[in-house]
């Protein structure tokens, strides 16, 4: 009986064997029909949404390209007399550089302000922090159209009104609340025992802060500050609103300046997209890595 019962115990405190434990027979079974799935039935939904996609492209590339009055599928002889007529003729250059300009701008002050807005909310702790996060998110379903009136008004009285900075002030108020929520959600991953060493080092806040934390922020405020770039260098309403001379004005109102009341230049307009959509596709182009890195991350909680 002893002997039975050390020979029991020796197998339950056995270590487990090196053997890998066999998934259960349902697992194995929904592993290989996911394994044996055909390839065009995960090709051709993908291929559908990728014409989808970029047919509405092509079909600007070849209204831009092709000469007035043609009706080829393909734009050739290509021409780009469209794009030095919007260029030149239609002020383009001058809305194009509005718009980099009030792009640039909101992407510096909705960063550093988010910068600040959401470290104070990673890191400290005060009564009115859940208020102030709820207003942050109910801030998000109020329309901007809902706000054009205060805001004239507040611009008039100001004396802003057609002035970018108007436009500046405008965009960057609307996209503070999402890149102050992303932001902090950023810092919120990033260890408080990296700043309290600093500390301990010597350093005051603010310089482990900007040698410490700053350097491991980058996809998030890449994100943040891509997303204001984007989102301001395409939005009409504020620009329609606030500017009326025609040397203020951004791509967004020249694009529909070339829609006239009784006809419609599409090689133009068409044009007009392609040079609208130029900077934001190199913009995507060239941080997409950092820009899903960035939004994944901060939408974590820490």
Not at 13 to 33: F, N
Not at 68 to 90: C, D, I, Q, Y
Not at 91 to 120: H, R
Request: net charge positive; glycine share 6%; proline share 6%.
């Amino acid at each position: 009986m002893t002997a039975a019962l050390t020979e029991t115990d020796a197998r339950r405190t056995a270590p487990p064997s090196d053997t890998p434990a066999i998934p259960p027979k349902g697992r194995r079974r929904r592993q290989r029909a996911f394994d044996e799935v055909p390839r065009w039935q995960i090709y051709l939904p993908l291929g559908l949404y990728l014409a989808f996609t970029l047919v509405p492209f092509y079909w600007m590339l070849l209204f831009a390209l092709r000469p007035a009055g043609s009706t080829s599928l393909v734009p050739w002889p290509m021409t780009f007399e469209h794009f030095e007529k919007v260029w030149n003729e239609r002020s383009f250059g001058v809305f194009f550089e509005n718009s980099m300009l009030v792009g640039l701008a909101t992407l510096v002050a909705t960063t550093v302000i988010a910068l600040s807005g959401g470290y104070a909310l990673a890191r400290f702790q005060f009564r009115v922090k859940s208020a102030f996060m709820l207003a942050l998110l109910c801030s998000q379903f109020i329309p901007g159209a809902l706000m054009l009136v205060p805001l004239f008004e507040i611009f008039r009285n100001l004396r802003m009104i057609n002035s970018l900075g108007s436009v500046i002030i405008a965009e960057t108020v609307f996209q503070l609340p999402l890149s102050i929520i992303l932001i902090s959600g950023f810092i919120k991953n990033v260890p408080v025992s990296l700043e309290e060493a600093a500390w301990v080092d010597g350093c005051s806040r603010l310089r482990a802060f900007r040698t410490v934390v700053l350097p491991l922020l980058r996809p998030g405020l890449i994100a943040v500050g891509s997303f204001a770039f984007v989102h301001s260098w395409n939005h009409f309403l504020f620009a329609l609103m606030f500017l009326s001379e025609q040397d203020k004005q951004t791509i967004p109102v020249g694009l529909n300046t070339l829609i006239g009341a009784d006809s419609v230049d599409l090689g133009a307009l068409a044009a007009g997209g392609v040079i609208a959509a130029v900077p934001v596709v190199i913009v995507f182009a060239f941080i997409q890595k950092w820009l899903i890195t960035g939004f994944s991350a901060g939408a974590v909680k820490g």
